[in-house]
C-alpha cells in the first residue's frame, strides 16, 4: 500500500507563491507517476501537473502552465508543486496522487490514479 500526504498549503495574496509537497510512504518500490489535482467549490476536480516515474516526463494544464513547476526527488520519496503568481482562481483543495508503473508516461487524467492523499488547502486573497 503506498501512502501520500500532501503540505504546504496556506494562504497567501495574489501575485505570491507557494510550494506543496507530497511525501510518499509505504510500498514505494519501482517507479510510479504522481499527479497534482485541485478542486475548488461547486467546480469539478482539475489536472494541474503530473510528473513520470523516472521524473522525464511533465505536463501541465493550460490553466497554470509557465507559473507552477513539477519536480520531484526519489531519494525523499517527495514532489513538489512550486506555484508562482498565483491568482484567486488557484484557491482550491490541492490532491496528489499516485499511478503505479508509470516510469516514462504521466498524465493528468484522474482515471488510472489509484492512491490519493487527503489534500491540502491553497487559498489566494488579499
Known amino acids: 500500500q503506498l501512502q501520500l500526504v500532501e503540505s504546504g498549503g496556506g494562504l497567501v495574496q495574489p501575485g505570491g507563491s507557494l510550494r506543496l509537497s507530497c511525501a510518499a510512504s509505504g510500498f514505494t518500490s519501482g517507479y510510479y507517476a504522481i499527479g497534482w489535482f485541485r478542486q475548488a467549490p461547486g467546480k469539478e476536480r482539475e489536472g494541474v501537473s503530473c510528473?513520470?516515474?523516472?521524473?522525464?516526463?511533465?505536463k501541465y494544464g493550460d490553466s497554470v502552465k509557465g507559473r507552477f513547476t513539477i519536480s520531484r526527488d526519489n531519494a525523499k520519496k517527495t514532489v513538489y508543486l512550486q506555484m508562482n503568481s498565483l491568482k484567486p482562481e488557484d484557491t482550491a483543495v490541492y490532491y496528489c496522487?499516485?499511478?503505479?508503473?508509470?516510469?516514462?508516461?504521466?498524465?493528468?487524467?484522474?482515471?488510472?490514479?489509484?492512491?490519493w492523499g487527503q489534500g491540502t488547502q491553497v487559498t489566494v486573497s488579499s
Open positions: 510528473i513520470s516515474g523516472n521524473g522525464g516526463i511533465t
Open positions: 496522487a499516485a499511478d503505479w508503473g508509470r516510469q516514462w508516461t504521466c498524465t493528468i487524467q484522474a482515471d488510472g490514479y489509484a492512491y
